[in-house]
């Protein structure tokens, strides 16, 4: 804890810590108000002095949003956590037919993905292997109806099978590519797929997220 902050800042920093840690956001002003036995403009005080020494931040001047701070000013690391849903299975290999079952969630770091809306998806097969996509890996997506030539992304063939591979548009085609030599590359045209996101990050486990 920094060593220029008072008493009062100091236990008003380790109970906005405490609360963070238990329930996942700050306290109300009022709520911090009774449980620390002040008012509730001296809760304000508080806050706003810690600001100044770059000990919090909020997303807005009145926004009930706190984020502790580490020494390089950054979002503590144990706030920025965030859960993406795992909503079914897709194949790298032979197509899957897409599953929209909830199958849990993910927790990730929010500092490294960003984007709105994310989802995870399981991957059942091999064919991406070679892009570090491996057999029960958890691929991490953006949702996306476009992709750029050379992303590797999430498509859904004839509305019903879903599959991971690199994307290439070949004039009036579609070109789906694996990365394991043992599988072959599918054309298809633009009737026939619809993309449903970008690929991100892979979770392999123990190991973590990798970005891709």
């Known amino acids: 804890m920094p060593a220029e902050l008072t008493p009062k800042q100091r236990r008003f920093l380790a109970y906005l810590s405490r609360e963070i840690a238990r329930i996942g956001r700050a306290p109300s002003l009022r709520q911090a108000a009774a449980e620390m036995g002040v ?8 806050i706003k002095v810690l600001e100044k020494k770059g000990i919090l931040k909020r997303d807005g001047r009145y926004s009930r949003t706190i984020h502790l701070l580490n020494r390089t000013r950054e979002t503590a690391g144990f706030m920025r956590w965030r859960e993406v849903p795992i909503v079914g299975n897709i194949a790298a290999g032979l197509p899957l037919y897409a599953q929209q079952e909830w199958g849990g969630s993910l927790v990730v ?25 491996l057999d029960g890996d958890l691929v991490i997506c953006e949702p ?6 050379g992303e590797i992304v ?19 085609q579609i070109e789906l590519r694996p990365e394991n030599p043992l599988y072959t590359t599918a054309n298809y045209n633009f009737d026939q797929i619809l993309i449903q996101g970008k690929v991100v990050g892979v979770q392999r486990g123990p190991e973590g997220v990798e970005r891709i």
């Open 154 to 172: 999430v498509a859904l063939i004839h509305q019903e099978e879903a599959t991971v591979k690199r994307f290439f548009q070949r004039g009036r």
């Open 144 to 149: 996306r109806q476009f992709a750029e030539n």
């Open 109 to 133: 770091d929010s500092a490294v993905y960003r984007g709105s809306n994310l989802f995870a998806l399981k991957v059942k097969g091999d064919s991406m292997k070679d892009a570090a996509i």
């Open 39 to 46: 008012s509730h403009a001296a809760i304000s005080q508080l």
